[in-house]
């Protein structure tokens, strides 16, 4: 029984230490001295504030992509012990003591890390010489911005590495496919590879460039699948019935996954409520949340609302009235009907509150029991600070002439009668009885006799009008817009029916006990859409460049500059590998454009394992770099030089593929192959040169003189930092 104890237990294992030794010295360059420079780095200020907020479980909302990045980030903090108190508001700014500098840049230090022994075995895999998949790993290794990126607490590091991780992952899959289809080992890879892909769209949009093309590529070798006569219908289906749920559906869980995280940690109100829905605000603690709990949840004949309206832009705001009135001739020459001021105004306030009046009687209060609101119900809305109705007729508004003037009726006794019925379109309802409800209801008020939607028009009134929001009837609607909807957003019961009484009721509401949890789904869906749809002021930056820039490197961007010396940190790359990749990128396309052409011509210059490799090769490594970088020319947003480090990542790993075939299939003799295997060295060489060069910029840990600096000026578009003496 115990036979075993009389053997020795031996385990072997096969360690490839190229693996081992690249791991080590990418760990050593980006670790070395992580927490220096113990200062605010370039955009470290911007996503430094979201881990502050996650730490303080504080709702926020960043229209830069979705939320995995950011927690990734955050995790380094949480682990760090990080309390979250610290403020960032300027580059530069010293880190105070419970700061953990080390643990924030940790992860995408080890992200960069991990990057370059994963080039090495994804040139491995795709069936090239350890030699080339060495270059490819020394490439990655020294390659100035890739290391200056992964040092600091930003996220294209993390987003390369995810890249890389889907890219070998599938190559992994797909060789295994050959010996061992479902095996564990198969399993393995195919569902990291949708993970893999899952979590590049979660750190950045950018990251969906790499997941279509894994899942182009799979796309094709399924197909050829379908082709295979040597398999089953049955097994045939079970190949792509696994690779819908590993590169499909798992992105997609994974993909809500972190959604789910991000507003489970995030319950707390903060600075970015007003740009959600109100329903949304409710939902979290605090802020709307405190104001709205208790609120009455259907609307009745006598209610104080207050009306948001859903679309949010420019700014979010609410239907508003004031005692001034329209200027009886606008500055172009065109005039008004001299009635009181309608508008939407993105602050709180008094002013915002109006009173839902049933016009068939003249109470301003709820009768006992309550008569709720429904579809298609014909209300009148009273301000209820100056008792007037809200009015609409045949008159141009102030600034959108095509739309008819919204204003608070006044009597002026003259032949223009009120015209202030409005009929209730319950946009969200389920039935056509549905009542109106706080929060949740989105509305449309359709005026009765010209049948224009009260809607907000965006623009922003002149000082006659306090630069607040425009309101317009807009009798031509063709279908339905957010702007031409509204929500209650507070609301109580009226119970005065005196004017001096009914203002004092409007400062001190009455609650009644209504729960409005949404669900996760739909924070989910409001949070996506607005992320998708939030744009901010795109302005001009000193270091944005354009697409065409990044290419030839005639940009830089300076991070960080030591308040005291010259030292500094610079995302700045080196000019030999990148020339060298952009070189290496067109030739690729003139070889393999030959030798497809000399193939259709039925001439064989490579054996077809060697050109299905090199077309593998090419579709995963330049495709990779042109769905990375050829997008961006479409892109209308400030652009940096680091938006192109995904797309280089690719190009890195191109560079030795196309350097191997050069020598295997264009030198014909030995002497050839030696010569280009010395010009290899020797262009390897000056780029080891560059990096080291270059490296005070990198990592910003030595003060260079003016000279020095003027020298690393390189080129005239350069932005090398000198101090004045």
């Not at 996650?54 to 990045?69: E, Q």
């Not at 016009?359 to 007037?388: A, E, F, I, K, Y």
């Not at 400062?507 to 869906?525: C, K």
């Amino acid at each position: 029984m115990l036979g075993f104890l009389k053997r020795p237990v031996v385990v072997t294992a096969d360690i490839n230490l190229n693996i081992v030794a690249l791991t080590g010295v990418g760990l050593l360059s980006r670790l070395w001295r992580l927490s220096y420079p113990r200062a605010v780095v370039f955009d470290e200020v911007y996503y430094g504030q979201y881990i502050s907020f996650y730490m303080n479980r504080v709702f926020f909302l960043d229209d830069s992509g979705p939320p995995f990045g950011h927690m990734l980030l955050a995790l380094g903090g949480y682990l760090g012990g990080f309390d979250g108190n610290f403020l960032w508001n300027r580059i530069g700014a010293e880190y105070t003591s419970n700061v953990p500098v080390w643990a924030l840049r940790l992860l995408p230090a080890l992200a960069g890390a991990l990057s370059v022994p994963m080039g090495y075995q994804i040139v491995l895999e795709l069936r090239f010489s350890h030699c080339a998949a060495t270059g490819a790993a020394l490439l990655l290794l020294i390659e100035n911005a890739l290391i200056t990126q992964s040092r600091l607490m930003l996220l294209e590091s993390p987003l390369i590495f995810f890249n890389l991780l889907a890219v070998l992952s599938y190559l992994k899959f797909f060789n295994s496919q050959k010996h061992s289809p479902f095996s564990p080992r198969w399993w393995f890879w195919l569902l990291l590879t949708g993970v893999a892909c899952a979590c590049a769209v979660g750190i950045k949009y950018m990251g969906i460039f790499t997941y279509l093309l894994v899942l182009g590529v799979a796309a094709v070798h399924a197909w050829h699948l379908i082709g295979d006569q040597s398999l089953s219908n049955v097994h045939v289906f079970c190949h792509l019935l696994a690779r819908a749920v590993a590169l499909l559906v798992t992105p997609v869980v994974l993909y809500l996954l972190f959604f789910y995280v991000h507003l489970t940690l995030l319950y707390r109100s903060g600075p970015h409520d007003q740009i959600m829905s109100s329903a949304f605000q409710a939902s979290l603690e605090g802020g709307l949340a405190r104001i709205t709990q208790g609120q009455p949840l259907e609307v009745a004949f006598g209610s104080q609302v207050t009306l948001r309206n859903v679309f949010g832009k420019p700014l979010p705001c609410w239907l508003h009235s004031h005692q001034n009135t329209y200027p009886i001739i606008y500055e172009n020459g065109r005039g008004s009907s001299h009635q009181q001021q309608v508008t939407c105004y993105p602050f709180k306030d008094v002013n915002n509150w109006w009173i839902i009046k049933d016009p068939g009687r003249h109470q301003l209060v709820v009768s006992n029991p309550p008569r709720p609101v429904r579809h298609g119900d014909v209300v009148q809305l009273v301000h209820g600070m100056t008792t007037r109705l809200l009015n609409t007729h045949d008159v141009a508004a102030p600034l959108s002439p095509h739309a008819q003037e919204v204003s608070c009726y006044v009597d002026y006794n003259i032949s223009m009668p009120a015209q202030n019925l409005w009929r209730l379109d319950l946009v969200n309802r389920q039935s056509d009885k549905d009542t109106w409800k706080t929060i949740l209801s989105a509305v449309r008020f359709v005026h009765l006799n010209t049948s224009a939607v009260l809607k907000l028009s965006g623009a922003h009134l002149p000082d006659w009008g306090f630069r607040q929001l425009e309101v317009v009837g807009e009798k031509l609607s063709r279908g339905h817009h957010e702007s031409m909807a509204w929500n209650v957003e507070e609301h109580r019961y009226g119970t005065s029916q005196e004017q001096r009484d009914r203002e004092l009721e409007l400062h001190a509401p009455t609650q009644v006990d209504v729960s409005r949890n949404l669900s996760f789904m739909a924070r989910f869906s409001e949070l996506q859409w607005r992320m998708l749809t939030l744009r901010g002021e795109d302005a001009e930056h000193k270091y944005s460049s354009t697409p065409l820039e990044w290419v030839t490197l005639d940009t830089n961007i300076a991070y960080w500059l030591h308040p005291r010396t010259s030292a500094q940190i610079h995302l700045l790359g080196n000019i030999v590998i990148w020339t060298s990749a952009s070189l290496a990128t067109a030739a690729y396309a003139l070889l393999f454009l030959w030798h497809l052409l000399r193939r259709r011509r039925d001439i064989h210059d490579l054996p077809e394992d060697v050109w299905l490799r090199w077309a593998l090769a090419g579709t995963l490594c330049a495709g990779g770099w042109a769905l990375n970088y050829l997008p961006f020319f479409l892109m209308e947003k400030t652009l940096f030089l680091y938006h192109y480090l995904p797309a280089l990542a690719f190009q890195l790993l191109l560079l030795p593929l196309v350097l191997q075939h050069v020598s295997d299939h264009l030198c014909r003799s030995r002497l050839q192959r030696s010569l280009f295997g010395a010009l290899v060295i020797a262009w390897y060489s000056a780029a080891c040169h560059v990096s080291n060069t270059l490296r005070p910029l990198t990592y910003g840990d030595r003060s260079l003189s003016p000279g020095e600096l003027l020298a690393l000026r390189w080129k005239d578009s350069w932005d090398i930092l000198i101090r004045k003496s």
